[in-house]
């Protein structure tokens, strides 16, 4: 059984650094017993590439805009719109114009860990891509190739 979480803005952990933009984990899934639930905000343009994973993701745009694509579908939510991507779906998103602001949520409880790998990773001086594309993989999820 899980305990009940209050947690206050001062005592939120330190954001973590995921390919230049902030994660932070709000509630893991240790402590739900099988979601996960995130603060995520970045600048203009930042954001992950083409991917798909085996959990669900969901998230809700708090300020400014994303723009997003799932398989062949994409479009950009604005402060108020809710976003769901099914398990197994490539997606991929950016924050736009002035940097955006959007609580995410997953299932399945693999992504905060994922996300901690990551930020380790970043924080190595010049981080190859490589490198997170097996970090990715060792969590389930894969990476698509860059575009052209």
């Known amino acids: 059984m899980s305990e009940p979480i209050v947690l206050t803005p001062d ?5 973590l650094n995921v390919a230049g933009f902030d994660i932070t984990v709000l509630a893991s899934d240790a402590q739900t017993n099988g979601y996960e639930v995130f603060l995520q905000a970045g600048a203009e ?5 083409p991917h798909q994973h085996p959990w669900d993701e969901s998230f809700y745009v708090i300020s400014g805009e994303i723009t997003c694509a799932i ?8 402060a108020g719109t809710f976003v769901h991507i099914p398990g197994g779906s490539t997606h991929w998103y950016k924050f ?4 955006a602001e959007f ?5 399945q409880g693999n992504a905060s860990r994922m996300y901690t790998d ?4 970043s924080s190595r001086e010049s981080p190859d891509r ?3 594309v097996e970090l990715a993989a060792k969590h389930g999820q894969q990476v698509a190739a860059p575009k052209a």
């Open 71 to 78: 398989d062949d579908i994409e479009t950009v939510a604005s």
């Open 45 to 49: 343009g930042k954001g992950p590439g």
């Open 96 to 99: 736009g114009a002035g940097g």
């Open 130 to 132: 490589s490198h997170f």
């Open 118 to 121: 990551f930020d380790g990773a």
């Open 103 to 107: 609580l995410s949520m997953t299932s």
């Open 11 to 15: 005592q939120r952990p330190r954001a």
